[in-house]
């Protein structure tokens, strides 16, 4: 940690920090299972409509639905969703139980705490943990740890999750434990006062400094992926990138680049999406693989994308000090980078941010010519 005092502004208003997914829950899959009994002003109405009446928080279309697939009786018998009401009638709801109802239940589930006080928790999230719950991932998150680890954390939105890393994406993460301290660090992300920085090995002799600067939108053809897109819809994306050291893997020729990212926005798969944009792909990626030589392609350098959140910087939100926090890349990165023949200072935690937003070069074109500064003099 690296204190230094500081005093930065914050937002004048707040939203819920737009680079970061939603929780998509519908209030009715929450529900227990209930009984209704049919009140007098109830008398003629449709089944349907009536629900739909005494269950505000649930749309009409999925009252209907769980009729049809039985969830509903009318004093004993399965129902319609046209049956007439008589005052008196009971009326029972066994909703299905779905994953989504149990998504943000605690559980046991083991993170490393870099720092921590009443307000915040800073981590340093494993590569392979899933930050939030979703299709395929309703248990075992990060979420589902940080409820177990402190209960209070249930009555704060998304239990103080602030920002999220791909799941194959390693380093420190920040996380809230009052609503205050959430609000807060929230305006500071949109105010892009937040300093986050990221490790990458790529393949290709990136430029010694470089901005990407390239809208992003979701793939129509994939949902999966993004891609840079000039559509109406894609949203601002802007990252700064420093070569550190490059390195020619034995035996093949290939060139691979160790580079530091710093985010202005915080996309979806932002940085992956950007680097494979102008012929650097991670080394790892599953999915952003285009570029990629084929020397690279053929081994198995590393089981996931070679990404590493290393340093984090913000203005703590009550104590109003600016604070810092590093962190080394993980044992896989760090083994791979000893093969490349990295020194041992360069496999230790960043003692400062490593990249200089005022001296990149201007913003890379996005199809295929890369914008070049200089060289980074540690070549090999």
Sequence with gaps: MVPRPSVVEGAESWAQEPETDDFDLCVGDLLPTRQIVVAADGEGLRLDKYLAERLPDVSRSRIQIWIEQGAV????????????????????????????????????????????????????????LVVHPGAGNWSGTLLNGLLAYDPRLASVPRAGIVHRLDAGTSGLMVVARTVLAQIDLIRQLQARTIVREYWALVAGAVAAQVTIDAPLARDRRNPLRFHVSRAQSAKPARTFVRCLAQWRLAGSGAVISWIACRLETGRTHQIRVHLESIGHPLIGDPMYRNHLPAALRAQQLLSRQALHACWLELLHPVQRQTMAWSSAPPDDMR??????????????????????????????????????????????
Excluded at 337 to 347: P, W
């Design 335 to 380: 083994t791979l980078m000893r093969s490349l023949g990295a020194r041992k200072a360069q496999l230790l935690p960043p003692k400062r941010g490593c990249v200089d937003t005022g001296t990149c070069a201007p913003a890379a074109r996005t199809n295929g010519t890369i914008a070049r500064r200089g060289r980074p003099r540690d070549v090999r």
């Design 73 to 128: 009786e009318l004093n004993g018998v399965a129902a319609q969703a046209r049956d007439r009401l008589c005052a008196d009638d009971r009326i029972d709801l066994k909703v299905p139980s779905k994953p989504q109802a149990t998504a943000f239940a605690p559980e046991p589930v083991p993170f490393p705490i870099v720092w921590e006080d009443e307000s915040m928790l800073v981590i340093d999230k494993p590569a392979g």
